[in-house]
């Protein structure tokens, strides 16, 4: 059994997380963190990460960027594994998500889903036969109309992965608007829409002579998502201090 504590345990991810963790005999949520108050939750809920004083195997976080460095202090301190889904994060926050990876076990991921991180995979292999052959480059995600930041953390994550084929030779570009000049060849275009109730989609356009290949992803459900966390959860429990991704949950 797999001991959680589900940081924003009051948002819309957190909660479903909740309901598909109710669901799994090899898990089970013992603590919630959330600064907005919820009544029903079936375990204790904190206000803040400093206050839950409850053991656990693993946190799994999806709350807010605002979050994240008491909860990265907190984990650090108390040596306790980390799923690390907040989007957004800054800079600074990725050096320190570094930090404490060298104190206990960090699994970040901009995006939880199977088919995401197999897509991953794919684009490497893609960009060292296209990139070489004169193939543009172009990201498009969609998502609904309360996504804070934009482009998506998964949206950069494709685009790395095309980049880290090309020897990260390229520069990504979020706004043609202000400019009057044909395309570099060197650059991959990254495009955000906001609207509705789109879980998430992500097109990755190869575009070449006369020639287009795309690679797409859709998530129907938010569900792809928190099934995935809570499978980085179990992966995590009692794993040496480090940086981990969805691949080593993945490979095993």
């Not at 204790?44 to 460095?69: G, K, L, R, T």
């Not at 980049?163 to 495009?191: F, M, T, W």
Request: charged share 25%; aromatic share 6%.
């Amino acid at each position: 059994m797999t001991k959680i504590i589900m940081n924003g345990c009051n948002g819309v991810m957190g909660q479903m997380i909740c309901n598909l963790v109710a669901a799994d005999e090899e898990a089970e949520i013992v603590a919630g963190v959330d600064v907005n108050e919820k009544e029903g939750n079936p375990f204790p809920v904190f206000s803040s990460i400093e206050q839950c004083d409850v053991e656990a195997d693993a946190v799994i976080d999806f709350s807010h960027v605002s979050c994240i460095d008491a909860l990265l202090d907190w984990c650090s301190k108390k040596k306790m594994p980390v799923v690390l889904c907040t989007t957004g994060l800054s800079e600074e926050q990725l050096e320190k998500v570094e930090a404490v990876s060298k104190e206990t076990a960090v699994l970040k991921s901009a995006n939880m889903s199977l088919g995401i991180n197999m897509l991953l995979k794919l684009l490497k292999e893609a960009a060292g036969i296209l990139t070489p052959a004169g193939f543009d480059v172009e990201v498009v995600e969609k998502h609904h109309r309360r996504k804070l930041d934009a482009p998506s953390g998964t949206a950069l994550a494709l685009a790395d992965s095309v980049n880290e084929a090309c020897h990260k030779e390229y520069e990504y570009v979020y706004d043609r608007s202000q400019r009057r000049q044909a395309r570099p060849a060197k650059e991959i275009g990254l495009s955000a829409v906001r609207g509705g109730t789109i879980v998430g989609e992500h097109d990755v356009i190869f575009a070449g002579e006369d020639e287009v290949i795309t690679f797409s992803h859709t998530a129907y459900s938010r569900a792809v998502f928190g099934k995935g966390a809570i499978q980085a959860a179990k992966y995590l429990k009692g794993k040496p201090a480090g940086l981990y991704n969805m691949s080593h949950v993945i490979d095993g």
